[in-house]
Each structure stands twice: as C-alpha cells, then as structure tokens.
C-alpha cells in the first residue's frame, strides 16, 4: 500500500504527488479535527483490521521545502499489520488542516465516496511532534 515507488526529486514530482482527494475540518465534541478523504478501499481495510480490535497506528509528518513551498507527507502505518500509506499536503495552502491537526492531535480518515460515513479516528501518540511540525511550517512560510 505504501507509496514508495513515487519519487519526489523535483517540484513538478511533489505537485503530481499531492493527495487529490482533499480534507475537510470536522467538530467533535467542540474540538475541530482534520479529516482526509481516502479511497474507498483503503477505508475498508481499514475497517475490516480494526473491527472490535483495539490497534496502534504510527504517524509521521516528514516537511520538504524548497525555500518557496512546502509540503508534509504524512506517513501512516497501521502496527502488526500489512497497511500503510502516505499523503502528500502542499502545507501553503492547507495551513488550517496543520493547525487543527496540532491543537486536536488527532486527524480522521473518511471515505471519498461517502463522505457522510463513519469517520474513522486517529489519535496521535505524540501531539508534541503536531504542534512542532506547525511551528516549523509557519517558520518557513514566514520566509517567503
């Protein structure tokens, strides 16, 4: 499922990455949580693994800039299991997904096609690496 076939090498190799799908910010509990749409299949593997299961997913937020623009790939991997992928944010123009994403330490997986679904959850295991990935976005859009 992991996407490391792709090669981000050039500007041009980083636009063609960006995830198409989108997110959306959703309310829960008064807290807005970012939430990215996914492909269908993805989601339900997913939920098949996760089904009265308690399991743990590692999250990484990896920052590329060029001195213009920046982006953050975010790396999930779902433990003890064979599921992985990663999404690729162009941060100048998704700065509020990053934002939401640092204050809520969670981020939500929906599916594209029925974005009205279950949301499926995730709570980051370190909010601390959230809220330094944003400063160190806003740091570098700062310079430009």
Do not use: W
Not at 77 to 85: A, I, R, V
């Amino acid at each position: 499922m992991l996407n490391l076939k792709r090669t981000l090498n050039t500007l041009d190799d980083f636009i063609k990455n960006v995830h198409k799908l989108g997110y959306t910010i959703v309310e829960y509990n008064g807290i807005k949580i970012p939430v990215l749409y996914i492909e269908d299949e993805f989601f339900e593997k997913i939920l098949k693994i996760s089904y009265n299961k308690r399991i743990s997913i590692d999250t990484n937020l990896n920052i590329y800039d060029d001195g213009q623009h920046v982006f953050v790939d975010i790396a999930l991997k779902f433990l003890y299991t064979e599921l992985e992928e990663t999404y690729l944010l162009y941060a100048n123009k998704t700065l509020d997904f990053f934002s939401n994403l640092a204050s809520s330490g969670m981020i939500g997986l929906v599916t594209s096609k029925n974005p009205t679904s279950n949301i499926f959850f995730i709570q980051l295991p370190k909010k601390d690496q959230a809220e330094k990935a944003l400063e160190l976005i806003k740091e570098k859009l700062k310079k430009f």
